[in-house]
């Protein structure tokens, strides 16, 4: 997906969560006990913060050609690491959703999240994504966790 697709797609991320700001924080406060107007006041206008700022970085990602000594090319290149599995805990979990989400898939990436057990619905927010790309699993730490971190066949 080229750059500019995935900034539209963080700004529509930042759009959501400024349209559903009273439910994002009703939904906080009944998950994981912080008070409504700290959710709402503080965290929420963090977690469209986030997703903007990560919006604006889509076009920033990209390779540096580095001085050598010698008849050299030296050049890195920024590429997506394909599936990165992450697991949010029960504090704070629309800001580490926002924390971890956004960056992941700024960068190209595609991702299997598992959310805590406590608070399992804070991680469904798609923003209109691809099929495929953002995937929830959601369950206890021991079945749900290790599938997201464990690679099958692999020791």
């Known amino acids: 997906m080229i750059a500019y697709e995935?900034?539209?797609?963080?700004?529509?991320?930042?759009?959501l969560v400024e349209k559903h700001s009273e439910e994002l924080a009703a939904l906080d406060t009944?998950?994981?006990?912080?008070?409504?107007?700290?959710?709402k006041t503080a965290e929420i206008a963090m977690i469209a913060g986030?997703?903007?700022n990560d919006a604006g970085g889509a076009d920033k990602i990209h390779g540096l050609t580095i001085p050598a000594n010698g008849n050299y090319h030296v050049q890195t290149l920024h590429e997506p690491i394909c599936v990165a599995g992450q697991i949010i805990q029960w504090?704070?979990?629309l800001?580490?959703?926002?924390?971890?989400?956004?960056l992941a898939l700024?960068?190209?990436?595609t991702i299997v999240?598992?959310?805590a057990e406590q608070t399992p619905l804070t991680g469904f927010m798609s923003a209109g994504l691809p099929p495929?790309?953002?995937?929830i699993v959601s369950g206890f730490g021991p079945t749900a966790g290790s599938l997201v971190v464990v690679r099958p066949n692999h020791p």
């Open 106 to 109: 700024t960068c190209g990436n």
């Open 6 to 15: 995935k900034s539209k797609i963080m700004l529509r991320f930042t759009y």
């Open 91 to 93: 504090n704070f979990p």
């Open 113 to 115: 999240l598992k959310t």
């Open 132 to 135: 495929g790309v953002l995937n």
């Open 50 to 52: 986030l997703f903007c």
């Open 30 to 39: 009944c998950g994981n006990g912080n008070t409504y107007d700290q959710a």
């Open 95 to 102: 800001l580490m959703f926002a924390w971890k989400v956004g």
